[in-house]
């Protein structure tokens, strides 16, 4: 089995390829060693890139996100699973939400005003994906993640992103309304 480390040079990423060659022999007709691919890793090189916003997010719930990301690239995808729940810990945590387990943190995330009602469903979803990868080690698909993260981002973003995103433009409103000053 043979391992190269490709680099590309567009994006200088760095991808592993697997391969390996029958020794027994080749292709009948032309004799040339038959190549077994296994494949590139991980596999794909672009990945997927983290929220434009990820700065604005607490410590703890950028790190559980962008972990979660790390993971989803490296194909590591019963961690990405995982990491979709810790995520949603990380800001029951940062909101200083209790409850005996997630799904009541979740509720109380409504009651305490930072999600509305239509939206509380939504991380459910991220809980039973990291119960399905945590508890029952099954892996979650590509999709159903990707379908994770864009919810979980939403939620963060309306939490995190938006409220400073509107105190931005209401102190530009504010500003605009004053009278100019006097020289």
């Known amino acids: 089995m043979d391992t ?6 567009g994006c200088d990423s760095i991808r592993f390829r ?3 060659t029958n020794s027994e022999g080749g292709d009948p007709e032309t004799d040339e060693r038959i190549v077994y691919e296994h494949g590139l ?11 434009e916003d990820s700065s604005k ?15 989803f690239n490296a194909g590591a995808l019963t961690l990405a699973g995982g990491g ?15 409850g005996k387990d997630l799904a009541v943190k979740i509720g109380e995330l409504v009651n305490q005003g930072y999600l509305v009602k239509a939206q509380a469903d939504l991380p459910h979803e991220e809980r039973y994906i990291g ?8 892996t979650p698909t590509k999709e159903d993640l990707e379908d994770g993260l864009k919810i979980v981002e939403g939620l963060m973003n309306t ?6 995103r509107a105190e931005r433009l209401r102190s530009r409103r504010d500003s605009a309304s004053l009278p ?4």
């Open 57 to 71: 997010f607490p410590d703890d719930v950028a790190k559980m996100y962008l972990e979660t990301i790390k993971c």
């Open 18 to 20: 697997i391969s390996e």
């Open 159 to 164: 939490i995190y992103v938006l409220p400073v």
């Open 4 to 9: 190269y480390a490709l680099k590309c040079m």
């Open 41 to 51: 890793f991980p596999d794909d090189a672009r990945g997927r890139r983290e929220s």
């Open 180 to 183: 100019p000053k006097k020289k």
């Open 84 to 98: 979709l729940r810790a995520i949603v810990e990380a800001i029951c945590k940062d909101r200083k939400v209790t």
């Open 131 to 138: 119960n399905f990868a945590l508890h029952e080690m099954k």
